[in-house]
């Protein structure tokens, strides 16, 4: 954040930092400063050619902070992205894209809460030892381009560690794709990033049909709205003491800083996020040793190279759209590993494709059923760990410096020391002298039950609505946010994980690019369609 003598003055009176930079710099103009609403107080501003700071001494008119990112006697309609991670990004990307090759203009509000803009959760971390859980050909974010990855790393002087690169150089890649789709849209399209928290949703804004409502009182008034929201963060199995020494979520900036003490760590989980944060926290402390709990002890299995051989995806013949069985699914792929030549690996990733298309094909019992029975070793043999990790992982193993264990969390409670952690092992309970607790269980399962407040006063208005599973909540095809009784939005859009239980297969980086750039022309003709009051079928009123 920048200051100057213009804010020192009245930074005693800051409520809360909320700093937006400024995307429209190579312009370098200064911003204008007037505030439509007489009640609201400005906000403390400094402006660089490179940076715009802003500090809220009470209320903020946002709609305002984004008229100033774009050079002068610009104009366009407002979308509001929400979240800053590599949904947000990609969606930012593909909107410049199509604006500027449109000439429509567009003003983009891209909001993050922890100001890991391009970033978010996945691609934020600086460990070198976090890698990619797919190889650079597979993690393009160019749709067609699958090579652009891998040229791009080659361009830099990167070479991945047996076809993955770290996620830090993922993040780097994604933020230079950003930054390339912005200077080519100027001055058409611009982009502001603002670090703050968008706690709620609702129609009516004072110029525009939306109204976003930020943290410390601050509000953005736009014409559409994209969730961009990621995971929702892991639910404690049961109770947990209120305690810092308890990690509820070990992807949260500054997480992890100071658990690396020496002292014992029980993970909740075996996936992924388990085997990062027990390369980070041994990494840090030569003493750390790591207990990492789940029910079945699953472990990602090992990437090995993929092989040239196209495999077919292994789809049981059924009516085209009709009905998909899941016992005859898992027939199937069990004859289609059997049989591969070159191994499983062909056959899963054969099918990922597919996934979307075949789990709205499952009925709603099969689906329960796959959850409740099959998920987790689907889960082991599609999210694969690379090589190097694999390598890492044994050797920690065979230390004695991570062990992987079958079992229950029952309860935890605080000691002099640490904590005391009461694990159910067949039946007996074990007990766990910890230091440390983490949850790495993943996003939490009931869509229903979040205490997020974006999240929870949409569901409440009726703008949004859970999927019958309750992993999330309900798309139409193209993205458009469905309410309380069914109908899409035209106003609000989504896409990547809040749509879990519609897809399955929408976590990742391939499936998130493909909904982006699907999502970028709908964005634009939303812009462009007559202003409709929002409000949910049945529940006007209350929305707003
Ligand atoms: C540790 C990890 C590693 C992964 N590795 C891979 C990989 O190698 N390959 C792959 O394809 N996929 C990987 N994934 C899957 C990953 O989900 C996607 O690749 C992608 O990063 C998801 O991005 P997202 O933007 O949807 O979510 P996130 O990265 O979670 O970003 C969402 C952002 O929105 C912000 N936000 C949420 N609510 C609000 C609000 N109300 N106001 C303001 N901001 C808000 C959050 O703070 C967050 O920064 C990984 C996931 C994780 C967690």
């Known amino acids: 954040m920048t200051s100057g003598a213009t804010t020192r003055p009245l930074e005693r009176d800051v409520v809360w930092p909320v700093s937006a930079q400024n995307s429209g710099h190579a312009h370098g103009h200064r911003p204008r400063t007037e505030f439509t609403d007489k009640r609201l107080v400005p906000a403390v501003l400094s402006h660089q050619a490179s940076e715009l700071a802003i500090k809220p001494t009470e209320n903020i008119c946002y709609s305002d902070l984004v008229g100033y990112s774009e050079p002068l006697g610009g104009r366009g309609a407002v979308v509001a ?3 800053g991670g590599a949904s947000g990004a990609l969606t930012t990307i593909y909107l410049l894209r199509a604006a500027a090759a449109a000439r429509i203009p567009l003003r983009i509000a891209l909001i993050d809460r922890h100001g890991q803009h391009g970033l978010g959760q996945a691609y934020a971390t600086v460990n070198p030892a ?4 797919s190889p650079a050909d597979r993690m393009s974010a160019v749709a067609g381009d699958p090579g652009h990855l891998a040229r791009w790393a080659a361009a830099n002087g990167i070479r991945p560690d047996d076809g993955f690169l770290s996620r830090a150089d993922f993040g780097r890649y994604l933020g230079e794709l950003l930054a390339d789709a912005e200077r080519r849209a100027a001055p058409t399209a611009t982009v502001t990033r603002i670090t703050c928290d968008v706690v709620g949703l609702t129609g009516n804004g ?6 976003l409502h930020l943290a410390a009182d601050g509000r953005l008034d736009a014409d559409v709205a994209v969730l961009a929201t990621g995971n929702r963060t892991p639910a404690a199995p049961c109770p947990v003491p209120a305690s810092p020494r308890y990690v509820g979520d070990p992807w949260l900036p500054g997480a992890l800083d100071g658990v690396a003490d020496g002292s014992a760590v029980v993970v909740l989980g075996t996936g992924l996020t388990m085997l990062d944060v027990a390369i980070s926290l041994t990494g840090a402390h030569p003493e750390t040793v790591v207990h990492a709990v789940s029910r079945h002890a699953l472990l990602p299995r090992e990437h090995r190279c993929p092989s040239d051989r196209a495999v077919q995806p292994p789809i049981p013949s059924a009516p085209d759209g009709g009905p998909v069985d899941l016992a005859g699914l898992i027939r199937h792929v069990r004859v289609a590993a059997a049989q591969a ?6 056959v899963v990733d054969a099918l990922r494709p597919d996934i979307p298309g075949l789990w709205q094909r499952l009925s709603p019992a099969d689906k ?3 959850l409740g029975h099959v998920a987790r070793y689907w889960e082991v043999h599609r999210h694969r760990m690379p090589p190097a990790t694999a390598r890492r992982i044994d050797q920690l193993r065979s230390a004695g410096r991570l062990s992987v264990l079958p079992g229950r969390l029952v309860a935890v409670s605080e000691t002099p020391t640490g904590l005391c ?3 159910e092992q067949g039946g007996r309970v074990v007990e766990v002298a910890a230091g440390w607790l983490i949850n790495a269980t993943g996003p939490a399962p009931d869509v229903t039950a979040t205490t997020d407040p974006l999240l929870r006063g949409l569901l409440d208005a009726g703008l949004a609505r859970p999927d019958p ?4 909540i309900e798309a139409d095809a193209r993205g458009a946010l469905l309410t309380a009784s069914g109908t899409p939005s035209d106003r609000i859009f989504t896409l990547g994980p809040p749509l879990r239980g519609q897809l399955y297969e929408t976590t990742a980086i391939p499936e998130i690019r493909d909904q982006a750039a699907a999502l ?4 634009l003709a939303a812009c462009r369609a007559p202003v409709a009051p929002l409000a949910a079928p049945g529940m006007e009123g209350s929305a707003a």
Do not use: E, S, T
């Open 81 to 83: 992205v929400i979240g």
């Open 130 to 133: 976090h890698l990619l859980n």
């Open 206 to 211: 004072l110029h525009r049909p939306l109204r």
């Open 341 to 346: 030549a070159d191994g499983w690996q062909d």
């Open 368 to 370: 329960r059923r796959f």
């Open 421 to 423: 952690v009461r694990i």
């Open 469 to 472: 599973l309750r992993l999330g």
């Open 520 to 523: 970028a022309g709908r964005l």
